[in-house]
């Protein structure tokens, strides 16, 4: 019997061998030519969410992108005068957060994104007393809102960001820190209790932004005042100002009768210097788009006649090698017609080779700016080595 165990054992031992070596046979045979090697993660990727993942990573600068995206210039027309400020959206309704001495007084308020659309806005809530007012825009829904922090766990040395639109520059950022913590002042007609110190200077345009935690990225104060002298100036904690803002987003109030809808007839609205300034503006975003990694963004801010002609997935794989563009100069010339602008920009990109190292290239490019449905789209392009 055991003899038998034996060579049934030794019969099973032998055919698993023989399989063994004929899988092995076949597929030296018929695999030998398949080659294996490392490959650029950024480069040959191409699934789109790991993609995505592997080359736009969570920094200092990818934050202020997304946040900016949320962040608006306000224009305010009142009976004898214009101002501008700054606010951004904090929920899904499509409203925005400013200080109330932004949008006091308004006949009519004008509220332009960070792809320089352009919407009318209705204030449904502004604080008599407390510097904090809501303007809704009922388009602006489809727009992820700022994450706010309300808790305000804010320390004396931490890092701040305030983005706006100082004396009307449209998406700026200034760094600093808290510099103190509980400071009471009175701008008539307004008190201001316990609001933070910061070192960023705030100036005209500043007014209504929103004070980022450099850490987070949640919002953690509105931008509202400022000192002449020296970087010094002030914020309202959003916790401060929560429950009333929220308030007015619940039960809106009706301040003045403008329907929050795109403007109309936005090119015979604005003049030439402006539109030649937001084609400029534009042409510089759509390149923040493209060297944060942000493609869909960029893709967005093409025509509709060049979104035919090039699919998405074509578009972001032209530039899947590219890691950083510089836009280095930038001209816009208005058509006759004045419809329409002639956007020349040098730019430096930053460029991944097949070897994995990085090189340094230069272009000028040339791109027609015009509205489009009234949104500012980017209608054709061209560029060449330099």
């Known amino acids: 019997m055991k003899n038998k165990h034996l060579i049934l054992s030794s019969c099973c031992a032998l055919v698993l061998l023989l399989l063994g070596g004929l899988a092995y046979h076949f597929i030296t045979k018929h695999y030998s030519h398949y080659h294996v090697g490392s490959v650029s993660s950024i480069v040959k990727l191409s699934n789109k969410q790991t993609t995505a993942q592997a080359t736009k990573k969570i920094t200092l600068k990818t934050i202020i992108h997304d946040s900016q995206k949320a962040v608006v210039q306000i224009q305010v027309k009142n009976s004898d005068s214009e101002t501008i400020g700054s ?109 933070y110190q910061i070192s960023a200077p705030i100036t005209h345009g500043n007014s209504g932004g929103p004070l980022i935690d450099e850490k987070t990225g949640k919002v953690i104060a509105i931008n509202s005042a400022g000192m002449e002298e020296g970087n010094i100036a002030f914020s309202i904690p959003i916790k401060s100002v929560l429950d009333q803002v929220t308030d007015w987003s619940e039960h809106p109030q009706t301040i003045n009768g403008i329907n929050g809808s795109m403007t109309q007839n936005a090119t015979q609205q604005e003049t030439g210097d402006t539109l030649k300034s937001d084609a400029e503006y534009l042409i510089k975003y759509f390149y923040e788009d493209l060297s944060t990694h942000d493609y869909v963004s960029a893709y967005a801010l093409l025509g509709s006649d060049w979104q035919k002609r090039v699919a998405y997935d074509t578009f972001r794989e032209g530039y899947l090698s590219t890691m950083k563009i510089t836009v280095d100069n930038v001209t816009g010339s208005l058509s006759t017609d004045g419809k329409q602008v002639t956007v020349i920009a040098k730019i430096t990109a930053q460029e991944l080779s097949n070897n994995g190292e990085t090189t340094d290239a230069k272009y000028q490019v040339t791109y027609t700016v015009g509205y489009e449905n009234d949104e500012l789209k980017i209608k054709t392009g061209k560029g060449k080595a330099l």
């Not at 332009?112 to 209705?122: C, H, L, N, P, V």
């Not at 808290?178 to 009471?184: A, F, K, L």
């Open 87 to 195: 606010g951004f959206l904090y929920d899904s309704r499509g409203d925005i957060i400013t200080n109330a001495h932004v949008v006091s007084g308004a006949k009519t308020v004008t509220v332009k994104t960070s792809d320089a659309k352009t919407y009318e806005g209705k204030v449904i809530g502004i604080g008599q007393t407390t510097d904090v007012a809501v303007v809704r825009v009922d388009k602006m829904t489809d727009i992820p809102p700022l994450e706010l922090e309300a808790k305000g766990n804010v320390q004396v040395g931490d890092d701040i960001i305030a983005l706006g639109s100082p004396l009307g520059l449209q998406n700026t950022v200034t760094p600093g820190i808290i510099s103190g913590t509980n400071r009471d002042f009175t701008i008539d007609p307004f008190k201001y209790h316990h609001v």
